[in-house]
């Protein structure tokens, strides 16, 4: 601006706290400092008058805040407040206030009083003191923190922007609506983009076909809802390839609330995909595998059980004929072997329908007693050759009739009297039924087999019930059976709702026991 200067003029003497040049020579008179301390009183950001040739004529307390004390023999100039480096651009912007301009605003930097170069903004203004004199006004605006919050907030982008170029998996940042505004290198290479490829389009325009709207649909919900995005989907790469990737959201609202931007990243799980359809056919291919093997072993049991059946038969009738005590006992022999078999087959067959499937309980209504008789009755003669005493005790509250399968119930207390019978060399095999609870229409009923033979070691205590599973596994071992009796008799109990455990001590016995929940039969 050029033209005519304003003139100062009203009566300022009440103003007090300002500073001016008040040595002999100074280039104000004495009369207009009180002009120029209000003039300068008013002003709450660093303030200073120059004479037009750089001298500082006056300044206010906050010019001191920022450079330090000024001295006040009239010898400071604004040469001594800027770095040497400024020292031309203040000459200059003086002679454009000579000629009359205004400078609203310049960068510049000056000294504070520690010696740092502190970054202001300063606006000149010339001011004409009476017909005659001319001075600059100066007011001085500190920017050195916005300048290092901005630097800050650069290096801070740069570091996130090279953070995402190094980072292993795609980042994207989007609008609300869906937009791309920038992504990284791992990003572009996942959607198929060139290297040098601006952040384009929308960023599901990237998704395979097959999976856009699926994509699209929980992306749209998940803005109305405000929830993290995470999905799995198949990407377009480029050339005819497709990827898998594995993509989370986050949205980042505004001040309004709204929705203002929304940061993404997106992991390439392609190989983790790849492996799990190895995996998922290797599973396959192990339950195909098992399937075949548990139907020839049905199979073949039932192939087995037919001629053993009448192996059997024909030893009775031998047994019915006239023969010698040594051929009596070779029949025996015989006969006991082919039980054993026959036992060993049915378990096989048994295990087999368990893993199919094809096991089903046949339910109606029992007495407890009967079952009880009957296991006594199958093991009485071997528990009596063997010198065991076998016997059972009926708890009286036991109901008489309850609804169940009395034959699977007979077949799990036959597996536990047996194996009780087989491992214990004197003493007793005891069983016991026993009620536990009543509720309603139900009983809960506990079923003991107690022996006094030589135990089970600790440590096998925790897979006696597994499959195929010895506590004496030598080939030389003195008892044998297949190792399906108990792992049986485990899952009968829990086909029937039940549960079963085991308690004992090494060298004086066990007590295998289990539970089941009946129903009451109704009375008749």
């Known amino acids: 601006m050029t033209g005519n200067l304003p003139v100062i003029v009203g009566d300022a003497a009440s103003r007090v706290g300002m500073k001016t040049h008040g040595s002999p020579g100074a280039l104000v008179e004495e009369t207009d400092r009180v002009i120029l301390r209000g003039l300068l009183e ?48 203040w000459h200059g912007w003086l002679l454009r206030l000579v000629k009359g301009e205004s400078l609203p605003s310049v960068r510049t930097s000056v000294r504070d009083a520690a010696g740092e170069d502190v970054v202001v903004d300063a606006s000149l203004f010339a001011v004409r003191m009476g017909e005659d004199r001319r001075l600059a006004r100066v007011r001085l605006r500190d920017r050195s923190r916005e300048i290092k919050a901005e630097a800050a907030h650069r290096a801070s ?22 937009r791309l505004t920038y992504t990284n290198q791992r990003w572009r290479n996942l959607a198929g983009l060139l290297s040098a490829s601006e952040p384009r389009g929308l960023w599901w325009q990237a998704v395979h076909p097959d999976d856009r709207q699926r994509v699209i649909d929980l992306w749209e919900s998940s803005l109305r809802h405000g929830n993290e995005f995470l999905a799995e989907f198949r990407f377009l ?30 992991e390439d799980i392609t190989d983790l995909k790849q492996v799990q359809a190895d995996l998922a056919r290797a599973r396959d291919a192990a339950m195909e595998s098992a399937r075949l093997k548990t139907e020839f072993l049905s199979n ?51 295990f087999s329908r368990l893993g199919e499937g094809r096991l089903r309980l046949v339910v109606s209504p029992f007495s407890p007693v009967q ?8 093991f009485e003669a071997q528990a009596n050759s063997r010198g065991i005493s076998l016997e059972f005790e009926l708890d009286p509250r036991v109901p008489t009739q309850v609804v169940g399968d009395a ?7 036959a ?52 499959p195929f599973v010895q506590v004496d596994g030598a080939p030389t071992r003195r008892h044998g059976g297949s190792g399906l009796g108990l792992a049986l008799a485990k899952h009968l109990v829990e086909l029937m709702g039940g549960e079963v455990a085991v308690e ?7 007590t295998f026991w289990f539970h089941l929940s009946l129903p009451l039969a109704a009375r008749p």
Not at 407 to 413: D, E, G, N, S
Not at 415 to 431: C, D, Q, S, W, Y
Not at 436 to 447: D, E, I, P
């Open 237 to 266: 790469a480029g050339r005819g390839h497709t990827r898998w990737g594995r993509m989370r959201i986050v949205q980042h609202s505004g001040t309004d609330a709204r929705v203002a931007y929304c940061i993404g990243t997106c």
């Open 42 to 89: 008013g002003e709450g950001e660093p303030s200073l008058i120059l004479a037009l040739n750089g001298a500082v004529v006056g300044w206010n307390k906050a010019v001191e805040a920022l450079v330090g004390p000024i001295a006040p023999n009239g010898d400071a100039t604004v040469f001594d407040m800027v770095p040497a480096d400024a020292h031309a651009s």
């Open 300 to 350: 073949i049991s039932h192939e087995i059980r037919t001629p053993m059946n009448g192996v059997l038969g024909m030893l009775e009738l031998l047994g019915a004929t006239e023969l010698s005590e040594s051929q009596k006992n070779y029949a025996g022999i015989a006969r006991e072997s082919a039980e054993i078999l026959l036992c060993v087959m049915e378990d096989i067959l048994d």
């Open 407 to 413: 034959i699977r119930l007979h077949q799990v207390l």
């Open 157 to 178: 982008e740069e570091r996130f922007r090279m953070l995402c170029s190094m980072a292993p998996m795609g980042v994207f940042q989007t609008d609300s609506k869906g």
């Open 371 to 378: 079952v009880l008789e009957g296991v006594v009755r199958q």
């Open 504 to 510: 004992s001590t090494e060298g004086i016995g066990s």
């Open 415 to 466: 597996k536990l009297v047996g194996n009780a019978i087989k491992f214990t060399p004197e003493g007793r095999v005891r069983i016991r039924c026993l009620m536990l609870s009543a509720q309603g229409q139900r009983c809960l009923v506990r079923f003991e087999v107690i022996d006094t033979g030589i135990g089970i070691p600790t440590g096998a205590l925790d897979r006696i019930f597994q």
